[in-house]
């Protein structure tokens, strides 16, 4: 009886190990977990940036903001990997757009994305795309914003809309440039969040 007990525990607990801890709910990929972006940089928060966006993908709830997938578990959002044939609204700030053929795809962390009716679709890496011409193309770029003042506002006056809409765009994404320990997934949402605050202050946005 103690051999049996004994056996039963083992394998219980042999099971567990084999469920990957970053996998959503019922979902199941063919991509290397041990590899992926989002396994590998586990991210966890107790409250979402405003900007966030709930899908509802095969009947599970998901999260999605930065470029990041989350699920809500024990009052925590937990970051996952993406789920394949999920659909976002729309693509995170800094992506790169990689055409093959005639077909045209988009690369943002380790996540590829093709158009779909309602937005973008989560997909396996495409046959042909390099990772590494990919990462050379967002390497290349720069994230810094070019403000240009449209209503000839002054060097001082134009400091303190930066520094106001730095202030909200902070607290609205909860990422800041200044704290080293700040999420850099959420970087987009925060460049987004200034952007549309100079804009609204009459300022040109590039």
């Not at 770029?141 to 001082?156: E, H, T």
Request: overall charge positive.
């Amino acid at each position: 009886m103690k051999n049996l007990a004994l056996f039963m525990l083992v394998g219980a607990i042999a099971i567990g190990y084999n469920n990957p801890a970053d996998a959503a709910p019922g979902h199941r990929d063919h991509r290397d977990h041990h590899t992926s972006h989002n396994n590998h940089n586990r991210h966890s928060h107790k409250v979402l940036p405003k900007a966030h966006h709930k899908i509802v993908h095969r009947g599970a709830p998901y999260f999605y903001t930065g470029g990041r997938f989350y699920h809500h578990k024990n009052g925590v959002y937990v970051s996952i990997v993406a789920p394949l044939g999920a659909i976002v609204p729309a693509l995170p700030n800094g992506y790169v757009s990689i055409g093959v053929g005639s077909n045209r795809y988009f690369h943002f962390g380790d996540v590829y994305y093709r158009h779909a009716p309602t937005g973008y679709v989560v997909i396996e890496k495409p046959v042909g795309v390099s990772t590494e011409s990919a990462e050379k193309k967002v390497s290349a770029g720069s994230d810094k914003l070019i403000i240009y003042p449209a209503a000839g506002q002054n060097d001082k006056q134009k400091s303190r809309d930066k520094y106001e809409c730095h202030e909200w765009a902070s607290s609205e994404t909860r990422y800041d440039p200044i704290n080293s320990d700040s999420d850099d997934v959420l970087k987009a949402d925060y460049q987004r969040a200034m952007s549309a605050c100079l804009e609204a202050r009459n300022y040109v946005v590039k």
